[in-house]
């Protein structure tokens, strides 16, 4: 089945370009669907905002990468233990190497969701 995943194109001045659409804030991909996510700063960073994700279940993603901000942080622990209840890994990193992460990723087929800190 041919996957028709957004590709991020570029990312600055607090949103993004995803196939040549501007996304205003932080974004969610999952499902190959791009959504606003409400999420603008780590310290905002709950389990709720994974909802989606963990609803979506493991058979629809392996892993969540998360693009942190402009700078590497440790997600908190309470959301690093609900997606691993949930069995759903979790990747880290300042937001401009998790967009280009997440292209290369894509194009490998790879099940995963998104989340991307506006920077």
């Known amino acids: 089945m041919a996957r028709d995943a957004p590709q991020v194109?570029?990312?600055?001045?607090?949103?993004?370009?995803?196939?040549?659409?501007?996304h205003?804030?932080?974004?969610?991909?999952?499902?190959?669907?791009?959504?606003?996510?409400s999420v603008a700063s780590m310290a905002e960073l709950t389990?709720?905002?994974?909802?989606p994700v963990i609803a979506a279940g493991r058979e629809a993603v392996e892993f969540v990468l998360l693009g942190t901000g402009g700078a590497?942080?440790?997600?908190?622990?309470?959301?690093?233990?609900?997606?691993?209840?949930?069995?759903?890994?979790?990747e880290f990193m300042d937001t401009p190497?998790?967009?280009?992460?997440?292209?290369?990723?894509?194009?490998e087929g790879r099940r995963l969701a998104c989340a991307l800190i506006a920077v």
């Open 47 to 51: 389990p709720e905002a994974f909802d």
């Open 24 to 37: 205003e804030g932080s974004v969610l991909i999952l499902n190959d669907e791009a959504r606003a996510w």
């Open 97 to 107: 190497s998790a967009a280009r992460l997440y292209n290369i990723l894509t194009a």
């Open 9 to 22: 194109d570029a990312y600055g001045d607090g949103g993004f370009r995803l196939s040549g659409a501007r």
């Open 72 to 90: 590497n942080a440790l997600p908190p622990r309470p959301v690093r233990d609900a997606l691993q209840r949930a069995g759903i890994g979790l």
